[in-house]
C-alpha cells in the first residue's frame, strides 16, 4: 500500500522537482502512470497520452479543462464534468478503493485491508457494477488486470470442460465426471500458480504472483482467539491448502497416499463441523469466484459439502462416513485382534498413508506393532469386517441423494457395491446433476444439531 505521508509529500512539491519525480518513478502522487519505467505502455501514443496528462496537464492547463478534455467518457459526461470543476465542485466520485472501503464497513467487515484477498477483490467488483470504473490506470491495475485474466482462463478452463465433459446425459459414456475431477484440480493448480506464484523456499510460501504486486503477502494473519467466531472458521479455510501443501511447494489435492494429508480430506473435516448459524456467512466470504462456475461445477463443490456433513446413525452414535472407523467397536476390535492398545489403533487410524508407512518401521517400540494394527485395520475394512459391516449398513440406510452426491463429489468408490446399478435401475441415475446439494448440505447441518443425533 502506498504511504500516506510520502504521497502527502510528493503532492506539495513544487512543480519542477513533482514532475522529476514522477518521470523517475513513473508514476504520479495519485499512482497514475506516467508513461515512463514501471508505468510505460507498448504503446508509444499511450505513453505520451499518459505523461501529457499526468505530467504536463497539471502544470499548463486549468483543472475545469483537463476534466472536459483529458479525462475519459462521453462528450456529454466531459461537458458536465468540466462544468462543475469550473464552479470549485468535484467532478468524480470518492476514489474505487474509498467506495471499496465505505462497503465493507456497511457490512460490519472492518478494515478492507485486513479481509481476504479474494473477499477485497469482490468489494472492488461491486463498485465497479455499481459506480463504473477508471479501469486499470493507476499503480497496481496492470496487475488487477492480470488478476481478472487469470481468473477468466480459469472460468474458460471449466465451461470447456463442462462442455465437453459433462453435458451429456449421465447414462452416457460421453458422461465423464472423473475426468472433469481431473480438468478442475489441474485449472485450480494454474490459478493458484498465478495469483500466488510458486514456491519459494526461503520464504516458505507461494512468491512472486499476482496478488504479491498488490498486498503484503509476508504479513502474518494471526489465529482469532474466539474459536466460535466467524473470522475464526474463515483463518481454518484459508489454512486447508497451506496444511495439505508439502516442503516442495506441491498441493496434495486428493491423494491419501502422501505423506500429507490432501486437500479434500481436510475440506470433508472442515465442511462436517461448520456450525449450521455461520454456514451462509462463510459461504458469503469464500465463494467469490465459485457463482461464475459453470452449473454442472456448481453442482460438484457442493455435492462435496454435502457429503461431507450427512451423518448417519451407526451403534447408537452420528457419524459421517469417514468416521465409521474410529468407532469405540471398531477401535476395540481392532486393539484385541492386534494386540495392542485402543490409543495406538487410533494413532495409526488418524495418520496419512505416509505416516502408517513411517509407523511401521518404528523399533524402539514393541516389534511389529503397528504391522499388526495395519493387518487388523486392513481385515475390518472387509464386507463381514467391523468396518466394513458398518458401511455397508450406512449405505443402506443413506438417501437416494447421498450415494448420488457421493458420485458427483468424486467418490466413485461405491460404484463397486453396485450401487449405480441399484440407482439405474430406480431411474436416479440421471438426475445425478440436479439434485438441490447445497440444500441438502444446509438440511445436514440442521439435522447433525438435532437433539439425540
Known sequence: MENPALRFGRGNLAPVLSDVTDVL??????????????????SVWQNLKQFGGTVLAPDLVPIWIQAALLEGGTVEERALRGGVEFWGARGYAASERALAESLAKEQGLGKLEDLPRRQQREFYRQVEEEFGTRGYTRKEGPWREKIDEADDQFIDALQKAADTLLSARPETTEFKLSEAESIWRKAQTVHRNQLYGSW??????????????IYDMDAVREE????????HVLWRYYQLVPNATDAEGVINWDDDDKAIPSYESLAREFWSQVKVTQVEEVLANIRLIEPEY???????????????????MIDGTSVS????????????????????????????????????????TRTWLEEGLFE??????????????????????????APMEWMLGMHV????????????????????W?????????????????HNKLPGM
Open 430 to 446: 440421471d438426475t445425478i446433476m440436479e439434485q438441490d446439494y447445497e440444500q441438502l448440505y444446509m438440511d445436514a447441518l440442521i
Open 224 to 231: 482469532p482467539s474466539d474459536q466460535d467466531s466467524i473470522e
Open 372 to 397: 499388526r494394527i495395519a493387518k487388523s485395520y486392513n481385515e475390518a475394512t472387509y464386507r463381514k469386517g467391523a468396518i466394513g459391516v458398518r458401511r455397508l449398513q450406512f449405505i443402506r440406510a
Open 294 to 312: 459453470p452449473k454442472a461445477f456448481q453442482t460438484m463443490a457442493n455435492a462435496k459439502r454435502y457429503v461431507s456433513a450427512y451423518r448417519g
Open 321 to 360: 462416513y469417514w468416521d465409521i472407523e474410529s468407532l469405540p467397536e471398531v477401535l476395540r476390535s481392532i486393539a484385541i485382534d492386534a494386540r495392542a492398545t485402543e490409543e495406538d489403533v487410533m494413532e495409526y487410524i488418524k495418520a496419512t498413508s505416509g505416516r502408517r508407512k513411517e509407523l511401521k
Open 409 to 428: 463429489a468424486g467418490y466413485h468408490f461405491l460404484l463397486k457395491d453396485g450401487t449405480v446399478a441399484e440407482l439405474r435401475k430406480r431411474g436416479l
Open 25 to 42: 518513478s513513473g508514476y504520479n502522487y495519485m499512482g497514475d502512470p506516467t508513461g515512463f519505467r514501471d508505468g510505460w505502455d507498448d
Open 200 to 213: 519459494n523456499k526461503k520464504k516458505g510460501r507461494a512468491a512472486d504472483g499476482y496478488y504479491d504486486h
